[in-house]
């Protein structure tokens, strides 16, 4: 019956086409609502939703008998005329000439309006057909494109690291083990010792990859599984480390608000660029535990600055902020000391304004032989589980830095999501790992 030939059109398109011109669309039933021998169905392809109209008088008894059976979500081919009409959702209606069932729904489709978030991820297969969580992975899409032009305009070279490592990167309490053919390894955590490595021949590397933390808290912002953007620079310190941080969140959030104008004006939400506008602010450890005892914190040296500290520091600020110079204790042993006091770190995390917390996770690192293997055994950690590792500051070490950002932390900031897991096609987290 459909030839498509020069017909065909996408939902998006069929809003933009001349009143009363003929159109070839194929699609899911989003909706549908029978009067008698009048069918409204609500048609749903990648590119949006459109009302088609379908009238017994207008259509064969065969177009209408397959209408009449396709429930939700059946798969529909059809054709019909464009009519301009304002009773219609967005002034559209397609009026159906013909119309034929791919394939039927089997079942009454699990997703109903008001359905719990348990039955919405424990059917996250078919949850993703809703036009608001399509809109949101268009939207992570525009933002990993953004990062990607980014790097590749500064001359950063795309590497591709390993998920299966040896030895913890992020400390030994959220690692994953695998049994690899009976020898213990583990997922990885971020991929920054294998940029590092590579940065000797590469000098400024990124990778966008998953990393995996065995996290055991519930939280609306920690997943097992997430998308880990990282960068490695040679000849780095911690200004040059800081202002990359910052011209990438500031590219990436205005260049994926330009990209994503449909599905903001579809989700009813705008990205506020404004927030990524000039410098970001950069207060020390010492100065955010200032303002937490402001806030009626016991703010003593050495207080990890976990989720509710960091709401209350990002709440202080319009802007993401910069925290750095964390003490040595409260961060992994390949931060690198500051020269000018041994106690703190040239260590950097980036906090997203409106109480969001901690997007990026950044560094300098320690680029001698003798106090790299010191800090390792200082932190109990077996220096030959890292023998590649110090290898690297045994040939030509140079200064450099590097950090990684969390792909679902960024949407959840910029999209207002109120859990990461809306960030994440299939998520993971502590309990869930299916579907
Ligand atoms: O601060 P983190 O742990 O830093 C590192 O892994 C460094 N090795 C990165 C580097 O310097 N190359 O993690 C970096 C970022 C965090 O700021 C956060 O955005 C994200 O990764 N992240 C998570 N996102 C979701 N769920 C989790 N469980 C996350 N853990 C970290
Ligand atoms: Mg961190």
Redesign the pocket.
């Known amino acids: 019956m459909m030839d498509g030939q020069g017909l065909r059109r996408s939902v998006r398109e069929v809003f933009e086409v001349r009143d009363g011109e003929e159109v070839e669309l194929r699609g899911w039933v989003w909706r549908k609502r029978e009067h008698g021998r009048l069918l409204f169905i609500d048609l749903r392809d990648s590119t949006g939703v459109v009302q088609v109209a379908v009238n017994s008088a207008r259509v064969g008894p065969e177009s209408f008998s397959e209408a009449s059976r396709a429930g939700r979500e059946s798969s529909v081919e059809l054709r019909g005329f464009v009519a301009h009409d304002p009773r219609a959702p967005g002034g559209v209606e397609v009026r159906c000439s013909s119309l034929k069932l791919i394939s039927p729904s089997l079942d009454d489709f699990p997703i109903r309006k008001g359905a719990s978030a348990r039955v919405l991820y424990d059917n996250r297969h078919l949850y993703l057909r809703s036009p608001r969580v399509a809109a949101v992975m268009r939207i992570r899409s525009n933002l990993v494109w953004a990062i990607h032009e980014f790097f590749r305009s500064r001359g950063f070279v795309e590497i591709d690291c390993p998920t299966l490592v040896t030895a913890a990167?992020?400390g030994g309490a959220t690692l994953f083990e695998v049994n690899y053919f009976g020898r213990k390894v583990y997922l990885t955590?971020?991929v920054?010792f294998y940029?590092e490595a590579a940065i000797y021949a590469l000098e400024k590397v990124y990778s966008i990859q998953p990393?995996f933390?065995a996290?055991k808290s519930r939280t609306t912002?920690?997943?097992?599984e997430?998308w880990?953007v990282?960068a490695?620079m040679a000849h780095a310190g911690l200004p040059e480390l800081l202002e990359t941080v910052e011209e990438l969140v500031r590219y990436a959030v205005t260049r994926t608000a330009e990209l994503s104008e449909n599905e903001l004006k579809l989700l009813g939400r705008s990205i506020k660029t404004e927030e990524v506008e000039g410098r970001f602010p950069r207060i020390t450890y010492g100065e955010a535990l200032d303002i937490l005892s402001r806030h009626g914190f016991k703010a003593e040296w050495g207080l990890d600055i976990g989720a509710d500290e960091e709401r209350i520091i990002s709440s202080d600020f319009e802007k993401p902020v910069f925290l750095t110079h964390f003490p040595r204790m409260l961060k992994p042993f390949y931060h690198k000391p500051d020269p000018l006091n041994q106690d703190v770190t040239l260590s950097a995390?980036l906090l997203a304004p409106r109480g969001n917390g901690?997007?990026?996770?950044?560094?300098v690192r320690i680029e001698s032989y003798d106090e790299l293997k010191a800090r390792i055994l200082e932190e109990g950690l077996n220096p030959e589980d890292y023998y590649w590792y110090l290898d690297l500051r045994k040939y030509g070490s140079v200064p450099h830095a590097?950090?990684?950002?969390?792909v679902?932390?960024v949407l959840k900031w910029i999209l207002g999501l109120p859990h990461?897991r809306m960030a994440a096609l299939f998520p993971r987290t502590i309990s869930r790992v299916t579907p």
């Open positions: 990167v992020e955590q971020s920054q940029q990393s933390r996290e912002r920690h997943l097992t997430f880990h990282e490695e995390d901690e997007i990026v996770g950044s560094g590097g950090f990684g950002l969390g679902e932390r990461v």
